[in-house]
């Protein structure tokens, strides 16, 4: 959901219909989130915990995950929540396309 979102791209967008541009900023969005997922230990979300037992510290840094009727932190449209291949996931109508 993160990685999409600040490569603002639509979870529901087929992966077939991205141009080259798109799939290159995805890439690095993709990159990006995960490095930083990693610097502050993880998402906490559930019952995810380091093996020392604290929690991660990267879901206070989550733009849409988590967040549903929620506003956007960009545009203030309140972040939605949808279901793909039995998975829920989050997104700003707005900002996604």
Known sequence: AEALFRAKIHPERPA??????????????????LSEAIKYKGSSVDQYVQLS????????????YGREGK???VCKTSVKRIS???RG????????K
Do not use: M, N, W
């Open 16 to 33: 077939a219909s991205l141009s080259d541009k798109e799939k290159g900023l995805l890439f690095k969005e993709i990159k990006e989130t």
């Open 53 to 64: 037992g604290d929690p991660g510290d990267y879901a206070r840094y989550h733009k849409v």
């Open 71 to 73: 506003p956007c932190l």
């Open 84 to 86: 793909l291949a039995g």
């Open 89 to 96: 996931t989050y997104f700003c109508p707005k900002c996604q």
